[in-house]
């Protein structure tokens, strides 16, 4: 009778066994990461270039979608990584916009912040910049010329973090703008064409005609090699040194072994030849820094950022 009854339960765990479903291991699917800026600045270029390695090591479809919220910065598009499934199939590329000013845009998906940082890998070269016909070749010289004449600044969207470092700066040394105007894209063509006056952008869109443009400022934490005679905007008033930062985020529910193979993918796409060729060619910081230095970042640079509030008061 015991031989009976150890048989009856030895198949009914077997075929227990056979209707269990089973769990694949992240990843078995494609995997998005989403740049909430058009296609071609930094961002954009060093997350393709992690969305390949991701491709390559874990043979699996891995693609940039790009979700540019025009005045809206990258909010819209934060707010739809927010919205998907919190298993690593939908990851966020992110200025420190998101996490510093996303909750406080407006958008319920990002309010309380639904994010953490797998790592931060680029340090922008953002810079405030002119024509070099301008009649101001400085920060100070710019803001004597705009007491008489009126002058247009263009920006990503005025709650990013450069645009409000830009504005406190003017606050700062007396410079006026009567006018200011959110661009999905700041490059040669915006100068050129008189659509603004003066640009808060990234080195990297305006290198190709660097030759006829003023780097004003830097919003960097140390001057940029490519134009080493351009201040920072911390040498010029210490309490909004600020530098601009990009990382992958993901929902905080998202399991830690799925973290752990993005960051895995995006740490050896950063130390490659190619992401190397990029800084140096353009000017950006390019790293890698773990999920526990990019929370101590993020509280760090928290801090400024009130200072910067204030100069809005």
């Known amino acids: 009778m015991r031989a009976m009854i150890l048989a009856a339960l030895l198949g009914a765990a077997t075929v227990a066994g056979a209707v269990t479903p089973s769990f694949a291991e992240y990843p078995e699917k494609p995997v998005s990461f989403v740049v909430p800026f058009p296609p071609g600045d930094l961002e954009d270029v060093l997350t393709r270039m992690i969305a390949e390695e991701f491709q390559s090591m874990y043979g699996v479809p891995a693609a940039v979608v790009n979700k540019p919220g025009g005045g809206g910065g990258p909010f819209p598009g934060a707010a739809e990584v927010a919205q998907a499934p919190a298993d690593g199939y939908t990851i966020g590329s992110f200025v420190v916009d998101v996490p510093l000013v996303g909750p406080y845009v407006g958008i319920p998906a990002l309010n309380p912040d639904p994010f953490e940082p797998v790592g931060i890998f680029l340090t922008y070269p953002f810079v405030i910049a002119a024509s070099k016909n301008a009649p101001y070749q400085t920060m100070d010289e710019l803001a004597a010329y705009s007491k008489d004449n009126k002058m247009l600044l263009g920006h990503f969207g005025s709650f990013l973090i450069p645009t409000q470092v830009t504005m406190a700066l003017g606050e700062a040394n007396g410079t006026s703008y009567y006018s200011n105007a959110a661009f999905d894209a700041l490059d040669c063509n915006t100068l050129a064409s008189g659509d603004a006056d003066v640009i808060n952008t990234t080195l990297q869109l305006i290198l190709p005609c660097l030759d006829k443009v003023n780097v004003l400022a830097t919003v960097t934490s140390e001057r940029i090699p490519l ?44 130390a490659s030849d190619a992401a190397m060729k990029l800084a140096a060619e353009t000017g950006a910081g390019v790293y890698w820094k773990g999920a526990e230095e990019s929370v101590a970042q993020i509280a760090a640079d928290s801090v400024i950022a009130d200072s910067i509030a204030k100069f809005a008061e």
């Open 227 to 270: 134009v080493p005679d351009s201040p920072t905007v911390g040498e010029l008033e210490p309490s909004l040194n600020i530098a601009l930062w990009n990382g992958l985020f993901v929902h905080k529910d998202t399991p830690a072994d799925v973290r752990e193979k993005i960051a895995a993918a995006a740490q050896k796409a950063l």
